[in-house]
Each structure stands twice: as structure tokens, then as C-alpha cells.
């Protein structure tokens, strides 16, 4: 695994190390040991999500107020939109965004540190994310940033087809409405 590039203050993109050969490849899509000494992060995670969507699902914008959770997401099936938004207001990267396709192909990873709002529209039939996240899952302090809040003004990709949002997705707040990181 290595760093891509740096985005927005503290993210980062990382890409996987693939062992291809003539039965299609092998790679580890976590080490805990290169991943601390590459990123110099001491991370511990405490839970691996997956879900799947299929074409035009846009989940988010999503973040646990109380119990911020950082995350490393990659996709292992299909392809995504990823996008976070940095909710911390001493940031200096603060209510900016930052998106990128994650795709089973592209095999790239993606470092959302704590603070960010994260979602992802779905460009496949079907996509699969993968990810760790270093808290429990608190939905009591979850909140959600409207996917298509002006102020954030997040170019999705979208297609003649609107999203698919789930009920509390659909009911997302404007980004003047929302607590915010320190
Ligand atoms: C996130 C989560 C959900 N659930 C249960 C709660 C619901 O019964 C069901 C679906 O939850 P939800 O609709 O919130 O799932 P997503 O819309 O994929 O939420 C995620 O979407 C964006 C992309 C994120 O980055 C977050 O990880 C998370 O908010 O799974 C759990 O049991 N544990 C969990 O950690």
C-alpha cells in the first residue's frame, strides 16, 4: 500500500499493492503494521463494515458527533463516488470536499480521518464498500448532511436517474443546521 496524494487536512488516498498473476491477483487490503508506519497513524479499529447498492443508491452524508469515527473505505466490488466533507471547524480545509471514484478495479483506498461527513453514489449495477472504522456505531449521535446541500455543492456524477436514498438520507439537514466538530 501507498500514499496517492494528501486531501483535504488529513485524508488521504492510498493505493493497494496487487500480486497479479495468470489466477487474477492477491493483496492484502489491510496491514496494520504497514499502514502505521506508512501513514504514521495509530489506528485501532474496532469494526469492519460492508454494504451493498445497487446503481444510483447514494448513501450520506453521514458522521457520529459523539463518537467521530475515522475510516479506511474501500470498494470490492463495482464502482463508487466517494466523497467527505470536513465538518471540523478548525480545520482549514473546513466545509470543503473532496470526491473520487473507488472501484473494485481501480483498487484504490481512501484515509477519512475523524470529522468528516462520508457518502458515496453508486456507478455500477451493484457495489460493494468495505471499511474499517476505529468507534462503535453511536446512531444516536449520527447525523446526516444533505447530499446536495448548496453551500457544500458537491458535483455528483449523477445520471438521468435521481439518487436512491434511504428515508433519513432523503431528510438530510442543510449544512447551516448542523453541530459541527470543534
Ligand atoms: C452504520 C451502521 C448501521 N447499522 C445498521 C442500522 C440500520 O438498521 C442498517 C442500515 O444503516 P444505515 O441506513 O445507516 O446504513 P448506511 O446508509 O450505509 O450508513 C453508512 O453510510 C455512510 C456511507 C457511512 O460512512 C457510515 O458508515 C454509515 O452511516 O444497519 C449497524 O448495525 N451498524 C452500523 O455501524
Same mark, same amino acid.
Given at each position: 500500500m501507498r500514499i496517492l496524494e494528501s486531501v483535504l487536512h488529513g485524508a488521504l488516498v492510498l493505493q493497494s499493492t496487487r500480486f497479479t498473476d495468470d489466477r487474477g491477483f492477491f493483496t492484502e487490503s489491510y496491514n496494520h503494521k504497514k499502514f502505521s508506519q506508512l501513514t504514521g497513524l495509530k489506528t485501532h479499529f474496532v469494526q469492519d463494515n460492508h454494504s451493498r447498492s445497487k446503481r444510483h443508491v447514494l448513501r450520506g452524508m453521514h458522521y457520529q458527533l459523539r463518537q467521530p469515527q475515522a475510516k479506511l473505505v474501500q470498494v470490492c466490488q463495482g464502482e463508487v463516488y466517494d466523497v467527505i466533507v470536513d465538518m471540523?471547524? @478548525? @480545520?482549514?480545509?473546513?466545509?470543503q470536499h473532496f470526491g473520487l471514484r473507488l472501484s473494485a478495479d481501480n483498487g484504490l483506498a481512501l484515509w477519512v480521518p475523524e470529522g468528516f461527513a462520508h457518502g458515496f453514489l453508486v456507478l455500477s449495477e451493484q457495489a460493494d464498500l468495505h471499511y474499517k472504522v476505529n468507534n462503535d456505531y453511536d446512531p444516536t449521535s449520527e447525523r446526516c448532511l444533505h447530499w446536495a446541500d448548496a453551500e457544500i455543492g458537491i458535483a455528483w456524477p449523477l445520471s438521468d436517474q435521481p439518487p436512491l436514498l434511504s428515508p433519513k438520507d432523503a431528510q438530510g439537514l442543510p449544512f447551516d443546521q448542523l453541530e459541527l466538530f470543534p
Open positions: 471540523r471547524q @478548525s @480545520s482549514p480545509t473546513f466545509k
